[in-house]
């Protein structure tokens, strides 16, 4: 049997002995998000790339790198090609948030500003200014906590990490005191997970703002949530309201840097300078009481984030949405990871290929279809 994968992780292979793996890739480099998405202060989560390396070895598996699926060669090509064919690329593009001023200078894309500092190619030429003393991230995922993290660390933390010398550079150069990380919903709903957050709570020279108001109500309705979740805002409803001890209430007294959540906000414009010439502020509704909240127009803003997203169609037409279920004359593909669905952590989509790998080698028809593990929003990071 003869496998192709458009994407860097490696099949488990050794459940089909006779099998080979030909790994296409429009990168000319392997490992994809492990490499060009994980956050560059996170070096456990890239050690995986040794057991890729690894596999990579293997004398059944060959990686094809600089080659575009859909624009070198095919999903039909490859389907003809091969016995089965995996797609398990991530987010292709950005989520455009379709509102007014959007396109302005000063609005970038998370996906793009963390392939940025990660050293991938296509984003080498963004020149993201953070001249300003405010940012706004609009997202409250994974994502979005790689963003804010990465542009709150002090510089001399970030130089013993792989992040790229250019977008260190800037960093340093960076006047962004405040970070705001803005979501539609509530508390109760965040996607990021819990190391992520205290993360954010422990970042030296950084103090979290969290409004004791927004939690009202919430020690209730706690009790009954998933435990990962009971944990998760319990760790919020205690950095909101509960007063810090001596320790941490003298770090958090001499931190010049900050970073806080605003719930029940969605986004409505982006406001331009006087000039009109680049970003100067957004416009928030409040989607609880429909009114609008306003970041000051006159504070410079060239820092806005939106979150990455997912194309909503795989090259040459095979749908993914929904993805469950592939259709009848593509029964040769399956869509894992992020391409699938851009929800979960890192370890949480990779095991997808737990029980799709044993189903490769079961009958002639193979049962493609997706297998979500854990439904929380990542990207990446």
Same mark, same amino acid.
């Given at each position: 049997?003869?496998?192709?994968?458009?994407?860097? *992780?490696?099949?488990?292979?050794?459940? &089909?002995?006779?099998?080979?793996?030909?790994?296409? /890739?429009?990168?000319?480099?392997?490992?994809?998000?492990?490499?060009?998405?994980?956050?560059?202060?996170?070096? /456990? +989560?890239?050690?995986?790339?040794?057991?890729?390396?690894?596999?990579? &070895?293997?004398?059944?598996?060959?990686?094809?790198?600089?080659?575009?699926?859909? $624009?070198?060669?095919?999903?039909?090509?490859?389907?003809?090609?091969?016995?089965?064919?995996?797609?398990?690329? %991530?987010?292709?593009?950005? $989520?455009?948030?379709?509102?007014?001023?959007? /396109?302005?200078?000063? *609005?970038?894309?998370?996906?793009?500003?963390?392939?940025?500092?990660?050293?991938?190619?296509?984003?080498?030429?963004?020149?993201?200014?953070?001249?300003?003393?405010?940012? +706004?991230?609009?997202?409250? %995922?994974? +994502?979005?906590?790689? *963003?804010?993290?990465?542009?709150?660390?002090?510089?001399? &933390?970030?130089?013993?990490?792989?992040?790229?010398?250019?977008?260190?550079?800037?960093?340093?150069?960076?006047?962004?005191?405040?970070?705001?990380?803005?979501?539609?919903?509530?508390?109760?709903?965040?996607?990021?997970?819990?190391?992520?957050?205290?993360?954010?709570?422990?970042?030296?020279?950084?103090?979290?703002?969290?409004?004791?108001?927004?939690?009202? %109500?919430?020690?209730?309705?706690?009790?009954?949530?998933?435990?990962? $979740?009971?944990?998760?805002? @319990?760790?919020?409803?205690?950095?909101?309201?509960?007063?810090?001890?001596?320790? @941490?209430?003298?770090?958090?007294?001499?931190?010049?840097?900050?970073?806080?959540?605003?719930?029940?906000?969605?986004?409505?414009?982006?406001?331009?300078?006087?000039?009109?010439?680049?970003?100067?502020?957004?416009?928030?509704?409040?989607?609880?009481?429909?009114?609008?909240?306003?970041?000051?127009?006159?504070?410079?803003?060239?820092?806005?984030?939106?979150?990455?997203?997912?194309? &909503?169609?795989?090259?040459?037409? +095979?749908?993914?949405?929904?993805?469950?279920?592939?259709? $009848?004359?593509?029964?040769?593909?399956?869509?894992?990871?992020?391409?699938?669905?851009?929800?979960?952590?890192?370890?949480?989509?990779?095991?997808?290929?737990?029980?799709?790998?044993?189903?490769?080698?079961?009958?002639?028809?193979?049962?493609?279809?997706?297998?979500?593990?854990?439904?929380?929003?990542?990207?990446?990071?």
């Amino acid at each position: 049997m003869t496998t192709c994968k458009a994407g860097v *992780v490696p099949l488990a292979s050794q459940q &089909h002995p006779q099998a080979h793996v030909d790994i296409y /890739e429009k990168q000319p480099v392997p490992f994809g998000l492990v490499r060009f998405g994980v956050a560059p202060d996170h070096p /456990e +989560v890239k050690n995986v790339i040794n057991t890729f390396t690894q596999t990579a &070895h293997s004398g059944r598996c060959a990686f094809w790198g600089n080659v575009e699926v859909g $624009r070198d060669v095919t999903v039909p090509e490859l389907q003809e090609a091969y016995h089965a064919v995996v797609l398990s690329y %991530g987010a292709e593009d950005h $989520r455009a948030l379709e509102i007014p001023g959007e /396109e302005l200078p000063g *609005v970038c894309s998370a996906r793009a500003f963390v392939g940025w500092y990660n050293g991938l190619p296509e984003n080498q030429e963004l020149e993201p200014d953070l001249s300003c003393d405010t940012a +706004v991230i609009l997202g409250q %995922g994974n +994502v979005a906590l790689d *963003v804010a993290r990465i542009l709150l660390t002090p510089p001399e &933390h970030l130089e013993r990490t792989d992040i790229t010398k250019a977008a260190l550079g800037v960093l340093r150069q960076s006047r962004v005191k405040t970070v705001w990380l803005v979501g539609r919903r509530g508390p109760l709903q965040v996607a990021f997970t819990i190391k992520e957050l205290r993360e954010m709570i422990q970042l030296p020279g950084a103090r979290p703002i969290l409004d004791p108001v927004d939690f009202l %109500g919430l020690q209730d309705k706690i009790k009954e949530v998933p435990r990962p $979740r009971k944990r998760l805002t @319990e760790l919020l409803l205690r950095t909101a309201t509960e007063k810090p001890g001596p320790a @941490e209430a003298a770090r958090q007294a001499s931190a010049s840097r900050a970073w806080g959540l605003r719930f029940f906000r969605s986004p409505q414009q982006v406001l331009p300078s006087p000039d009109g010439r680049r970003a100067a502020g957004v416009r928030l509704a409040v989607t609880r009481l429909e009114v609008s909240l306003m970041f000051p127009k006159d504070t410079p803003f060239p820092g806005l984030c939106h979150p990455p997203g997912v194309a &909503h169609t795989l090259p040459n037409r +095979v749908s993914m949405r929904p993805p469950v279920q592939c259709p $009848r004359e593509t029964w040769k593909t399956s869509l894992v990871g992020w391409c699938s669905a851009a929800l979960g952590i890192r370890a949480a989509l990779s095991t997808q290929a737990c029980p799709l790998t044993p189903s490769l080698g079961s009958s002639p028809m193979w049962r493609a279809g997706l297998w979500m593990c854990q439904a929380s929003t990542a990207a990446a990071g």
